[in-house]
């Protein structure tokens, strides 16, 4: 008897439709992998772009209104004061200047009061504030911090020392310009002292120079104290009204004195300003990133008391100028020094001539210190504006 022998059945499979079943899958997972990947830059290059744009509009914006407030005060400046002036006394005086239009004997008094007196205030006071205005940007980019101002490493202070020396002992050597330059030359002497003094095996730290600057302000503010005790009654009036900053007494000769220390500084801020955006990431990554600390430090420091040096040689000690414009414009144009020294500038000077402009006009027959407007009007902006940064959660900007 024989046993049937079973019979297996064989699979029926497809190999064309099993490749085919397969295929898809590893296509489609590579269809779901690489396009996140093609994506994500071009979802996330519009926003930067729009910034910047955003960032360059605000700074055009901003640089538009400040020179036409500007442009406006110093045809104000011009037109005010005890010879009152019209705009077409103005234009005509530049005129005959120029050659232009035919003198006028009947106009020399006015011709006197703008070219002698009128102009060289205004062009000094742009010069003042826009020094003073690019020296604060400076100190806040290299201390990281928008409550730093030049008096931090001790120029405001030995510029005082400098033109006290000079008034109680009636130096002459350098004529009607021995104050300015005492002034000048002690400014310099006492930063450079500052920061080696503040040096520890061939570096500078942040908290050693604000103390360095601190202990030397307080040495400055005790000579000052003693020339003060040592002055007779006119000599101790001008300290004190050279202390409180005043433009009075400006003269081409003071212009065409401090317009290249300005010019030098403010190349010098120019070029260190990209610089100063990497060292606000900290000093171990803008190492990192290329950037030779100490020495952007040594040039910033040297701008700085070049800057104010000039600046309080012929107008005085003027208060918060280098403190509220940098951090006020800093709300306005964004944190990048490229578009805040410039705009710094502009802000700087029309500060000054504000206030220049109502200190000779507020009281008639009197020429107010130029630093009583600056402080208050910078004291309560300054509370103003540090007050909304706390109370927007961000901090001092």
């Known amino acids: 008897m024989t046993t049937p022998t079973p019979t297996t059945p064989t699979p029926t499979t497809t190999p064309p439709r099993t490749t085919g079943a397969h295929t898809p899958g590893p296509r489609t997972t590579r269809a779901h992998t690489t396009a996140p990947r093609t994506a994500r830059p071009r979802t996330a290059a519009p926003p930067?772009?729009?910034?910047?744009?955003?960032?360059?509009?605000?700074?055009?914006?901003?640089?538009?209104?400040?020179?036409?407030?500007?442009?406006?005060?110093?045809?104000?400046?011009?037109?005010?004061?005890?010879?009152?002036?019209?705009?077409?006394?103005?234009?005509?005086?530049?005129?005959?200047?120029?050659?232009?239009?035919?003198?006028?004997?009947?106009?020399?008094?006015a011709d006197g009061a703008l070219w002698n007196v009128r102009f060289p205030r205004i062009a000094l006071g742009l010069i003042v504030g826009a020094a003073l205005g690019?020296?604060?940007?400076?100190?806040?980019?290299?201390?990281?911090?928008?409550?730093?101002?030049?008096?931090?490493?001790?120029?405001?202070?030995?510029?005082?020392?400098?033109?006290?020396?000079?008034?109680?002992?009636?130096?002459?050597?350098?004529?009607?310009?021995?104050?300015?330059?005492?002034?000048?030359?002690?400014?310099?002497i006492t930063t450079f002292a500052v920061y080696f003094l503040s040096r520890s095996t061939g570096r500078t730290q942040i908290l050693t120079l604000v103390l360095t600057g601190i202990a030397v302000n307080a040495v400055a503010s005790a000579l000052i104290a003693l020339c003060v005790f040592l002055a007779d009654t006119a000599s101790r009036e001008q300290i004190v009204f050279w202390q409180l900053g005043s433009l009075n007494g400006a003269s081409w000769i003071s212009v065409a004195t401090t317009a290249p220390f300005l010019l030098l500084g403010g190349v010098g801020a120019l070029i260190s300003a990209g610089k100063l955006d990497l060292l606000a990431l900290g000093e171990r990554q803008a190492r990192h990133l290329g950037v030779n600390v100490e020495r952007l430090r040594v040039v910033s420091i040297v701008c700085v008391a070049i800057l104010t040096s000039a600046a309080v040689a012929y107008a005085g000690i003027i208060a918060f100028v280098g403190l509220i414009i940098p951090h006020l414009l800093?709300?306005?144009?964004?944190?990048?020094?490229?578009?805040?020294?410039?705009?710094?500038?502009?802000?700087?000077?029309?500060?000054i001539s504000l206030a220049d402009m109502l200190s000779r006009t507020l009281v008639p027959f009197a020429d107010l210190p130029i630093g009583m407007f600056t402080a208050l009007v910078g004291g309560p902006v300054f509370f103003v504006l540090m007050r909304r940064s706390l109370r927007g959660g961000t901090g001092m900007p």
């Not at 077409?88 to 020399?108: E, H, K, M, T």
């Open 134 to 188: 690019i020296a604060g940007t400076m100190m806040q980019g290299m201390f990281g911090n928008p409550l730093a101002e030049p008096g931090v490493i001790g120029v405001s202070a030995g510029c005082a020392v400098g033109a006290c020396a000079a008034i109680v002992f009636g130096l002459d050597w350098a004529g009607a310009a021995t104050v300015p330059v005492a002034a000048f030359v002690f400014g310099l």
């Open 48 to 109: 930067r772009t729009t910034r910047q744009r955003q960032r360059q509009r605000r700074f055009t914006l901003t640089v538009a209104v400040l020179v036409v407030m500007l442009a406006a005060t110093v045809i104000g400046s011009a037109m005010v004061g005890q010879f009152p002036l019209a705009v077409a006394d103005i234009v005509a005086s530049i005129g005959r200047r120029l050659g232009l239009v035919p003198v006028d004997a009947a106009a020399q008094f």
């Open 330 to 351: 800093r709300l306005l144009v964004g944190p990048s020094h490229r578009l805040l020294v410039p705009a710094s500038a502009l802000g700087g000077a029309l500060l």
